[in-house]
């Protein structure tokens, strides 16, 4: 399986600020994913972060508002831009590993530990 | 419109029993379903899975049943034991390796 880790872990932000989120994977992966857990409510992809182009973004999220970077296949970026209290959620990223390692079915996502984001 | 549905937000089960699971979606074209655990300050980790050409899954004392039919899927842990204490998410797969996620059930196993 892969290892993934979040930086931060957590945080506490003022309103407007903005906050940048690290995923760093242990291995190559060929995909990696943001999704953002509301309070009481499911994980929800924000969007697909791919390795040397603009990411997809899913029905309801914009690049202005989390724009995400990818430079290589091991590490994302995610930013909450302009936050307002709205934002507040956890956010996770998530990989799929390479197509042909070891025995990971296609859709079997692995997911970071999370960042705890709190907008005052 | 939520295509993934959880609709019991919690179950309390004695230790030993069978913890029983509900997930319902609503897209006949997801091929692929998937259950989750997450404990507290933690990603979600991969528990089980089952594929929409199959009815039944088995892997150690877990256990997903598919009827697609009904549109349902179910979790089975027998027996439950405490360090089954967790929020279960019910996933399903789109074409693109996309997951989409039930609001989950916080299960609880009492000794």
């Known amino acids: 399986s892969a290892v993934i880790s979040q930086k931060p872990s957590r945080d506490i932000c003022q309103r407007g600020t903005s906050l940048t989120i690290q995923c760093q994977v242990d291995?190559?992966?060929?995909?990696m994913f943001w999704y953002r857990q509301q309070p009481g409510q499911s994980l929800t992809l924000i969007a697909t972060?791919?390795?040397?182009?603009?990411?997809?973004?899913e029905s309801g999220f914009v690049i202005d508002k989390f724009p995400i970077s990818r430079p290589n296949l091991t590490f994302s970026t995610l930013t909450v831009s302009n936050m307002s209290p709205e934002d507040s959620s956890i956010y996770l990223c998530?990989?799929?590993?390479?197509?042909?390692?070891?025995?990971?079915?296609?859709?079997?996502?692995?997911f970071g530990p999370g960042t705890r984001l709190t907008v005052l | 419109d939520q295509q993934v549905k959880q609709n019991s937000p919690s179950l309390s089960v004695q230790e030993g029993r069978i913890s029983i699971l509900n997930c319902d979606y609503t897209?006949?074209?997801?091929?692929?379903f998937l259950w989750y655990k997450k404990y507290p300050a933690e990603g979600p980790t991969f528990l089980i899975s089952?594929?929409?050409?199959?009815d039944k899954n088995e892997d150690g004392r877990f256990t997903v049943f598919l009827n697609k039919s009904a549109k349902h899927l179910s979790l089975h842990i027998v027996p439950s034991q405490p360090g089954d204490s967790a929020v279960y998410f019910c996933?399903?797969?789109?074409?693109?390796?996309?997951?989409?996620f039930g609001k989950g059930t916080k299960l609880s196993v009492k000794p």
């Open positions: 998530s990989v799929l590993p390479r197509m042909g390692q070891g025995n990971f079915y296609y859709n079997e996502q692995f």
């Open positions: 291995s190559q992966v060929t995909m």
């Open positions: 972060a791919n390795q040397g182009s603009e990411a997809t973004y």
């Open positions: 897209n006949s074209m997801f091929d692929y």
């Open positions: 089952i594929s929409s050409i199959k």
């Open positions: 996933a399903a797969s789109g074409s693109q390796g996309n997951l989409i």
